[in-house]
């Protein structure tokens, strides 16, 4: 392995890293009933969805989100076990009209709480 390629391998850990700080405090208040919105990513909404009803905090995370796993898939690392991956899965899922047993929020924010070990 290439001192260059550690070196972006090293810049992945880092991004992920800052990303798992950065959404748990959110998936707390999300699951404590605060930020229920955590979930709604503008460009997966539903047509039938008002626009005023949006997140940019849920923009910018699934943003950072779809980054890691596009750097993640650069390098061959399956992305499928990731905590970016398991957060763009609960957006995705969040808007998925046809899933009626979605969890809502509150549950999605617990459940990527305990996929990650953080029960608080």
């Known amino acids: ?6 070196k972006q391998l090293r810049q992945i850990q880092v ?12 998936l707390r208040a ?6 229920t ?13 008002p626009p005023s009803v949006r997140s940019r905090i849920a923009d910018d995370l699934f ?3 779809l980054e890691i796993l596009a750097q993640r898939a650069q390098f061959g690392l399956d992305g499928d076990l990731c905590l970016a991956a398991s957060f ?3 957006c995705r899922r969040h808007v998925d009209l046809d899933d009626h047993h979605r969890p ?5 924010a617990q459940q990527l709480l305990l996929l990650i070990g953080d029960e608080a």
């Open 63 to 65: 943003e950072t989100a």
């Open 88 to 90: 763009r899965d609960a």
């Open 15 to 26: 991004l992920e890293a800052e990303f798992r700080r950065e959404l748990v405090p959110h």
């Open 30 to 35: 999300c699951a404590a009933g605060r930020g």
């Open 1 to 6: 392995m290439t001192r260059r390629t550690e």
């Open 104 to 108: 809502g929020p509150r549950q999605q």
């Open 37 to 49: 919105l955590l979930f709604l990513v503008s460009s997966l909404r539903p047509e039938s969805w």
